[in-house]
């Protein structure tokens, strides 16, 4: 301690005139020596502290010039000026006290975060790669390739990276963020600062500045992986994004147009038509992979550069790969670029232009030893391959150790990718056919579990899944829907989309995923289905942190709009992120919310009171039951009327749906009447309905599309649109 303290003396003198001047007047004995010196000491301090202030300025002006002049736009060629720098493995050991489980700040899926402290005192967070792997190596570049690139107040800055090749590590340097993590301090730590309001919403205007700058390079950058725990505070709590290892440059547009198709008598089917096939089919799980408007015409990314003549036929629905959708409907990509074979989005990325380019800063520490060592992915796949061959050979060479490590590294990436798989690609559809075999069998006990999200997309299982162990599965729940397609289909609007869940989860201060466990908080579970919710019932304040100071409530209403207006199933109907954010500082017009968020307007049941209500729904359901001999309903006061069959997944039941005009039997809680609105027109089916004396309530919400809505308001201006929890209510009410 003392010769610390010693070496700051020497290391920051006081300039000395200064301290002359500024002392406490010499003792009377002294005062004639003082003043024999003092003048010439006045001279030089004054000379000292003029070349002070003169430098001082200049490094002012150049700072403020700097701060002043716009950012490189350009993700691909302009790096930042100040790249990160390379440290040594021993210094960065220093910094962290050999890595002390005491400075441990956090860990990903890349590696252990510790804070340290690294030579001049400056304050850093080191993130460690234990073991090198594709993954890895992958996140590692990225984060480097990126760091070189962002130049935002909002991005949190890579001051530099080192490795250990003896015990094959890779680290990265940030500058800390004091604050921790999004997800940490507003939802475990609680933090008071996050309590007001104000600070909330800067977080909101941060982290949307934040995605738009990304966004707004160019190529643009897709962060692909926005989320509470990847924003990072700083000692003031601005908001940061961080983690850059799933970002990737936009790629070239890939255009997607309906191929017509023969019928059966030899006409051309309407492009239009398949393309509503598709989407009617989207309630359960094929949400607006591209944009399935009849337009039929939708831009999509695709990370390709060939020939403009390649075509490729892709499906429309979740279950890539296939080549016709399921009415034999095809669409056609044309895609502007090189066809890439890799399923991993990044080894697509390098296989862009851009290849050199992210490994330049790797390449300072792969160097010509390491670069032996490591061979290109396709050396190292052939060399596993080979090890695996001719095994017995290979072992005799025990020198030669690198392919015992390579087919150790290949082990290690299938697995940590397999691991990744399960919570990035949530959406995909066999996680969500799991999910709903899952819920059918919990049908009967946990009918409630229905009502918890307006599209299906959750139940308890899954809640309970994600619920309290902090994984990144939550998040996900209700992810981007494009995300079922990855590869194919990823764009800027990912992020507008993750965006708005974390602005929803801003507002609430709450989970995207939660449950205490009471059957009236099953409704509000899933977050984004319950803002949707509320929306459609003009109560969005509802779901704003009731522990929130200062509340100004119009900019709470306008974020969780702008929150629902980021969360729309089709990516092309999102905002961009600069319209997100100039909606939030009220530089842009707030456009009227979609339909489907919109309140429903009051039940229109003309002047007949609930008692007629009920005798009219008690008729019909006899009048159903004189005429119709197999219902056998499970509760006969309970009518749904749906656009598809409630409460069922079974493609079965959909094809019946399909051809028949209107079905009508006994559902999960009493008589349901499913019909196909492409087929029957709504109004005429609520003719008869309302010819037998029914009050029809109105439309269940959680079977019904943005599309269906469209069309049920343009046919019925009276419809009312309510969700399942209002029928219960009502029919609550009824009883
Ligand atoms: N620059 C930093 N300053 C302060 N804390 C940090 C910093 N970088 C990371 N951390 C902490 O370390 C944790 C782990 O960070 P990391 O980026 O490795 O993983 P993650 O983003 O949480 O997870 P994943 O990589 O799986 O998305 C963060 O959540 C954060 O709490």
Redesign the pocket.
């Known amino acids: 301690m003392p010769s610390r303290s010693i070496s700051a003396t020497v290391l920051v003198p006081a300039p000395a005139p200064i301290v002359s001047s500024l002392a406490p007047a010499a003792p009377l004995g002294h005062q004639n020596k003082t003043t024999r010196i003092f003048p010439p000491l006045v001279a030089a301090g004054a000379g000292a502290g003029f070349s002070l202030f003169i430098t001082l300025s200049v490094c002012f002006c150049k700072f403020s010039r700097k701060r002043s002049s716009p950012p490189a736009e350009n993700a691909s060629s302009s790096p930042r000026k100040s790249s990160p720098r390379e440290f040594s493995y021993s210094s960065l050991r220093r910094a962290t006290a050999s890595f002390s489980p005491a400075n441990r ?7 252990v ?1 510790f ?1 340290g402290t690294i030579s001049g005192g400056e304050n850093v ?1 080191v ?1 460690v790669m234990d073991s090198g792997s594709l993954q890895g190596e992958g996140e590692f570049q990225n984060e480097l390739f990126f760091a070189a690139k962002l130049d935002s107040p909002h991005v ?1 800055p890579v001051i530099g990276f080192s490795h250990d090749r003896k015990r094959r590590r890779l680290l990265l340097v ?4 004091d604050n ?2 999004l997800q ?1 301090a507003l939802l475990h730590r609680r933090c008071p600062e996050l309590m007001d309001w104000n600070r909330r919403f800067l977080v909101a205007v941060n982290v949307a500045d934040g995605i738009k700058h990304l966004h707004s390079l160019e190529p643009p950058v897709i962060h692909g ?1 926005i989320k509470p ?2 924003v ?1 505070l700083d000692d003031l709590f601005s908001a940061k994004i ?2 850059f ?1 799933l970002a990737r440059l936009k790629p070239e547009q890939v255009e997607i147009t309906v191929a017509p198709e023969r019928d059966g008598d030899g006409s051309m089917v309407e492009e239009v038509e398949s393309v509503i096939t598709t989407v009617t089919g989207y309630e359960d799980c094929n949400f607006g992979l591209v944009d399935q408007s009849p337009e039929s015409v939708a831009k999509v990314p695709g990370s390709v550069s060939a020939s403009p003549e390649t075509t490729t036929f892709v499906s429309v629905s979740p279950e890539m790969g296939e080549k016709t959708d399921e009415d034999g409907g095809s669409v056609v990509v044309t895609r502007k670029g090189k066809e890439t074979e890799s399923k991993d989005w990044w080894w697509k990325q390098e296989s862009n232009v851009e290849r050199g380019k992210v490994k330049e800063y790797v390449m300072q520490w792969i160097g010509s030893e390491v670069k032996k060592e490591r061979p290109s992915r396709n050396d190292w796949i052939e060399a596993t391959a080979l090890s695996s061959l001719s095994s017995k050979k290979l072992e005799k060479k025990t020198s030669k150790r690198l392919e015992w490590w390579l087919s150790l590294e290949e082990e290690d990436e299938k697995k940590k990718r397999k691991k990744r798989r399960m919570v990035r690609e949530w959406w995909k559809d066999e996680y969500r056919r799991e999910l709903a075999n899952k819920k059918k069998k919990k049908k009967k006990t946990s009918l409630e579990a229905e009502f918890c999200s307006d599209d299906g997309s959750s139940s308890v299982s899954q809640w309970r899944r994600g619920s309290g162990s902090g994984s ?1 599965i939550d998040w996900w729940l209700d992810g981007s829907p494009e995300y079922c397609n990855l590869e194919n289909n990823v764009s800027e609007k990912c992020d507008v989309y993750s965006y708005g869940v974390l602005l929803l989860v801003l507002i609430s201060g709450r989970r995207p995923l939660e449950m205490t466990g009471s059957a009236s908080e099953i409704q509000r579970a899933n977050l984004m289905s319950w803002a949707r919710k509320l929306a459609r019932r003009g109560k969005l304040l509802d779901l704003v942190d009731q522990k929130l100071q200062n509340l100004d409530q119009e900019q709470a209403v306008l974020c969780i709009k702008v929150a629902l207006l980021c969360l729309q199933r089709l990516p092309i109907s999102r905002p961009s992120m600069k319209e997100a954010l100039g909606m939030l500082k009220g530089e842009v017009n707030l456009p009227e919310l979609p339909t489907e968020f919109s309140p429903s307007p009051p039940l229109k049941t003309g002047k007949r009171s609930t008692a007629d209500q009920v005798n009219g729904a008690v008729n019909y359901i006899e009048y159903l039951q004189r005429n119709i001999k197999d219902i056998s309903s499970k509760r006969d006061d309970l009518v749904l009327l749906s656009g598809r069959s409630f409460g069922s997944s079974n493609e079965q039941d959909w094809n019946q749906i399909s051809n028949h005009t209107v079905i009508i039997r006994p559902c999960l809680v009493g008589i349901e009447i499913v019909f196909s609105v492409l087929q029957t027109p709504f109004s005429s089916v609520l003719k008869v309905l309302r010819e037998h004396g029914l009050c029809v309530l109105g439309c269940i919400s959680s079977s019904v599309n943005d599309r269906l809505i469209h069309t049920l308001r343009a046919e019925v201006n009276d419809l009312a649109l309510i969700d399942l929890a209002d029928i219960k209510d009502t029919l609550t009410l009824m009883k």
């Open positions: 700040l956090g860990q990903g899926g890349f590696g975060v804070r967070a993130k949190v940030y500058k800390l963020m921790g993590n940490d992986d725990s990847n990072l961080a983690d290892g990144s």
